[in-house]
Nanobody, 121 residues
């Protein structure tokens, strides 16, 4: 089992920045690719970004490419999502997940409880 706990969400004005963290405990963190997904009200959960076990490989959704950055620190068992130039359409609950290097949620084995990000003036 891997337990994942997200933090860092909150209210931010349009154009602002936030950094989300996801701390892992349990089985070896570095064995898993780590992904971020988000779910806006009334919408399906969507892929945001994924990072490989070593941190070398990353993939982003087109909607966030260039203004979100995913990274990981295997020594701290933590994955980060740095978000810049946030817009109201980025408002969602953000989830981290551990599993395979994939853009689809069905290939992830473990999920956090989510953290709310609200972009509003």
């Amino acid at each position: 089992q891997v337990q994942l706990v997200e933090s860092g969400g909150g209210l931010v004005q349009p154009g602002g920045s936030l950094t989300l963290s996801c701390a892992a405990s349990g089985r070896t963190f570095s064995n898993y690719a780590m992904g971020w997904f988000r779910q806006a009200p009334g919408k399906e959960r969507e892929f945001v970004a994924v990072i490989s076990t070593s941190g070398v490989g990353t993939t982003y959704a087109d909607s966030v490419k260039g203004h979100f950055t995913i990274s990981r620190d295997n020594a701290k068992n933590t994955v980060y999502l740095r978000m810049y130039s946030l817009q109201p359409e980025d408002t969602a609950v953000y989830y981290c997940a551990a599993g395979g290097y994939a853009t689809t949620s069905n290939l992830y084995y473990y999920w956090g409880q989510g953290t709310q990000v609200t972009v509003s003036s």
